[in-house]
């Protein structure tokens, strides 16, 4: 019972992608559009910027993805149309940008930051004062608190 409850939970707050592809761009070679959704689901749509054109509604998401299966129906390979697209609109429409010189900072980023942080961390564990024994008070020092509050 409970594991049915559970599953069910699970299923309702999955998010499921919405396919954003309509019924007059599908191609009617299924091995194109199996190409087609593979090239699509690499690309970013511009407009919403975090969803791939294939998941995308937007008009030049639309306009994208036709532009993609017209490219492979004339005849282009995955990384030409890949590589025509980027040339339109720039590396900034891949959702896995390529290594280059111009995404280096972008790849090396992570790493650079996970040492930094280890450095600093290093630094401040390092630099923190040594913790010295505390001494127990004298008799005197315990008769003036003492006298300070009133025993």
């Not at 980023?109 to 004062?129: D, K, N, T």
Request: neutral net charge; charged residues 25%.
């Amino acid at each position: 019972m409970i594991a049915k409850l559970l599953i069910a939970l699970f299923l309702l707050l999955t998010p499921i992608p919405a396919f954003a592809v309509n019924p007059d761009e599908v191609l009617s070679d299924p091995a194109l559009e199996h190409r087609a959704r593979q090239i699509s689901a690499q690309l970013r749509c511009m407009v919403c910027q975090n969803q791939s054109i294939d998941d995308s509604n937007a008009e030049l998401a639309k306009d994208l993805r036709v532009l993609v299966r017209q490219r492979l129906t004339d005849g282009d390979t995955d990384g030409q149309v890949i590589d025509y697209v980027v040339s339109r609109y720039g590396e900034f429409v891949l959702l896995n940008p390529r290594l280059s010189t111009k995404t280096i900072i972008l790849w090396a980023m992570p790493i650079g930051l996970l040492i930094a942080g280890i450095v600093a961390l290093v630094i401040f564990v390092r630099s923190r004062p040594a913790r010295r024994p505390s001494e127990a008070l004298t008799a005197e020092e315990k008769a003036k608190i003492d006298e300070l509050l009133g025993q």
